[in-house]
Nanobody, 118 residues
């Protein structure tokens, strides 16, 4: 069993930065593909990015490439999402997830709200 808890959300001004964290409990964190998703009001859940089990490679949605960076610390059972150059379109509830791959995420956090003002 794996439990995920997001933190770090809040209100920021356009152009600003925010760092989210996803803390995991359980003994299989380092064996899972981890990723970030988001859901804006009135829209479906959107893939943001993911990271390999050893943190050696990352994949990002085109909408966030060059602005967002995913990293993880297996020793601390924590994954991070560094968000730079934020714009109002990034406003959403952000969720962390883990599983066998992008389309096979089994574990989900409760989400953290990110609001970007103009």
């Amino acid at each position: 069993q794996v439990q995920l808890v997001e933190s770090g959300g809040g209100l920021v001004q356009a152009g600003g930065s925010l760092r989210l964290a996803c803390a995991a409990s359980g003994d299989t964190f380092s064996m899972l593909v981890m990723g970030w998703f988001r859901q804006a009001p009135g829209k479906e859940r959107e893939f943001v990015g993911m990271i390999t089990t050893n943190g050696g490679a990352t994949t990002y949605a085109d909408s966030v490439k060059g602005r967002f960076t995913i990293s993880k610390d297996n020793a601390k059972n924590t994954m991070y999402l560094q968000m730079d150059s934020l714009n109002p379109e990034d406003t959403a509830v952000y969720y962390c997830a883990g599983g066998l791959g992008r389309a096979a995420m089994k574990y989900w956090g409760q989400g953290t709200q990110v609001t970007v003002s103009s």
